[in-house]
């Protein structure tokens, strides 16, 4: 497995600058292409599993932390407050007290639940300059966060939905986790001393582990400060693990808020909040997925799709009519020509680019392309709208294949 942090700067994905900041990278536009096409990915899936999008503030008074526990509990990782109009206000460590009060600021029946709301949001950590490595730990996080809020006998289920959505992720991403983990509470003052409600929510997610069918282990110490998680975790080449995704049971932050839904007997009840992330940061997503994949990207996720290739000068002007055709269909192109080399160097330089569209004379005057692909087969020429038409198809699939196998050659 390759290192990230070498070959993410290589392939022109991300840098850093000591005038930005320790553990604060920036994007380069192919890394900004794969994070994008990537968070259009899971917001896709979410809104196909009933999930609602949402926008909160990167910032919140000091109070909001105070109740939510963050301060009491999470302080030590989260930058300091800032003075404002004679009130403090800090960069979010979590995103969920956001999403508590925009569940607050409207009545509920217990016919909306389970709500589901998702958001693609900043979030700030004040991480020791000793941990921060690559996109891997960074102090500002895009964090693929939702929160499920919902009545206690449909916890199960939603926790449980979770876990399969970050399954089927993961094989569309490629992605192998080595353990999955019930991460519980230690000792110390870490955590929110409530023991009753520790045990219900341990008790939901080992019943949702149990019945997955998954092998995972117990690690005290690894709970979040409000309750129990379901951790999926990955590893580097180094064999260093991480966390990538989560789920989460949260009896807390509803009482903390003083979070309620009206039930069928017109009563106020509380509900629960469910915590889940499918793939976690996007930072630490794409970090993984430069190692797993080394730069050789699945064509849906690659930052260049199709490389066009003319021979000569004299195929330019179809080239670059091709490119454009491709960018009408939603494919990311462009063009490599003479002036950067001989075929055969140019055909080397883009070895990571899924599909190579070589023109040549032959091509250029019946409006064909003789295809490459990355895996080194060559297909005969075919009629340019085909190959775009089936490239386009399989890219939109998000398919593991560059090809239909009915249409490999012989």
Known sequence: MHDHRKLGRELGLFDTDPLIGAGLPYWLPDGAVIRHTLEE??????????YRHVYSPVLGKRELYEISGHWSHYSDDMFPPMDLGGEQVVLRPSLCPHHALIYRSRSHSYRELPLRVAELGGMYRSELSGVLGGLTRVRAIQLNDAHIFCTLDQVA?????????????????????????LSLPGAGGKYVAAPEMWRRATAMLTGVLDRSGLAYEAVEGEAAFYGPKIDVQIADGAGREATLSTVQVDFHQPERFDLHYIGPDGGRHRPVMV??????????????????????????L????????????????????????????????????????????????ARLV?????????????????????????????????????IGALADARAAELWEPAVQPA
């Not at 032959?362 to 060559?378: M, N, P, T």
């Open 41 to 50: 990915y899971i917001r896709d899936a979410e809104r196909r599993a009933g």
């Open 157 to 181: 289920a939603e926790a449980s939905g979770a876990l399969e959505m970050i399954r089927r992720a993961y094989a569309v991403l490629g992605i192998r986790p080595v353990r999955y983990r």
């Open 275 to 300: 915590h889940r992330s499918i793939i976690g940061s996007v930072e630490r997503a794409v970090a993984h997925l430069i190692e797993v994949y080394g730069g050789a990207f699945p064509a849906w």
């Open 302 to 349: 690659a930052p260049t799709q199709v490389v066009v290739l003319p021979v000569t000068e004299a195929e330019a002007a179809p080239a670059e009519a091709l490119v454009r055709r491709c960018a009408e269909l939603g494919l990311r192109a462009e063009v490599s020509g003479p002036e950067h080399g001989s075929l055969g160097a140019r055909v080397r330089s």
């Open 354 to 390: 899924p599909y190579q569209a070589v023109i040549g004379a032959r091509e250029a005057g019946s409006d064909q392309v003789a295809l490459r692909l990355r895996d080194g087969r060559a297909l005969e020429p075919m009629p340019a709208a085909e190959a775009l038409a089936r």
